[in-house]
């Protein structure tokens, strides 16, 4: 019984890595399709999450007796689950389209790592403290995930495996390389060499009033790229929950 045990849970354990690669190779290859599934995924996920929180909460906020019927909750679950899927498709579009591909390629595996160190995360917090990863993924993990991101795109700029532009090396692209009816991509990827630079902008602001090493860690927190916390955690959970239902199936 317990070479079978050991067997399955590496049989689990593969399944999950093989489920993050999965996911960061979808976005790496088809960043569109991925940010339409990545859409559609939060907000199905979303909807039964956060009408579940609006019922809880409601006692909360009204008083007894007063508290509104549970089409109040529908819709507003309903609002904010459309409002956190736009803002994970457009995140998970802006994280993968683009034109460089080895740029993209050290994004996916940034992205990648931050998905499974979140369904790490989620699987020990359900059997140390009986959590839910579906709930704490979904309402408490994208923050953390997208500091994660943030100081991994930051470390590969620091060393150079990402390029870091400049203000004039992007308006000499836009006037010369870019065309009139640039593609999606092309926008993509000036938008990730825009970010970029502003977050170098501002790292360089914050250096004037604290030390250079000290605002790189402050400039990881402000980074727009902590936006991609909002997929990262949305995938991290899915996998954790799916991983903690074949433990409690097969184990």
């Not at 909460?57 to 008083?63: A, K, Q």
């Not at 995360?121 to 990863?133: I, Q, V, W, Y």
């Amino acid at each position: 019984m317990a070479v079978i045990r050991i067997f399955l849970n590496g049989l689990i354990m593969a399944a999950e890595i093989a489920a993050v690669c999965a996911v960061a190779a979808f976005g790496y290859l088809h960043p569109f399709l991925f940010a339409a599934a990545t859409a559609i995924l939060a907000f199905v996920v979303g909807l039964r999450l956060e009408f579940a929180r609006i019922t809880f909460e409601l006692p909360f906020y009204f008083e007894a007796g007063r508290t509104p019927r549970r089409w109040f909750a529908w819709v507003v679950g309903f609002g904010e689950s459309v409002t956190k899927a736009l803002l994970a498709g457009v995140a998970a579009v802006f994280t993968f389209a683009g034109t460089d591909s080895d740029r993209l390629f050290w994004v996916a595996i940034v992205f990648g790592g931050s998905v499974y160190l979140g369904a790490w995360m989620l699987r020990s917090l359900s059997l140390s403290l009986n959590a839910r990863p579906a709930r704490w993924g979904y309402f408490r993990l994208s923050a953390p995930l997208g500091v994660v991101f943030s100081a991994g795109i930051t470390l590969l700029a620091l060393i150079g495996t990402i390029p870091l532009p400049s203000i004039s090396d992007i308006g000499l692209k836009v006037l010369w390389d870019l065309p009139p009816v640039p593609s999606v991509e092309q926008v993509s990827e000036l938008v990730f060499q825009l970010k970029q630079a502003f977050d170098d902008f501002i790292v360089r602001a914050i250096s004037v009033f604290v030390p250079l090493d000290v605002a790189r860690i402050i400039g990881i927190f402000l980074s727009v790229n902590m936006l991609t916390g909002f997929v990262s955690a949305l995938y991290a959970s899915v996998i954790a929950s799916g991983v903690r239902k074949a433990e409690d199936t097969m184990l």
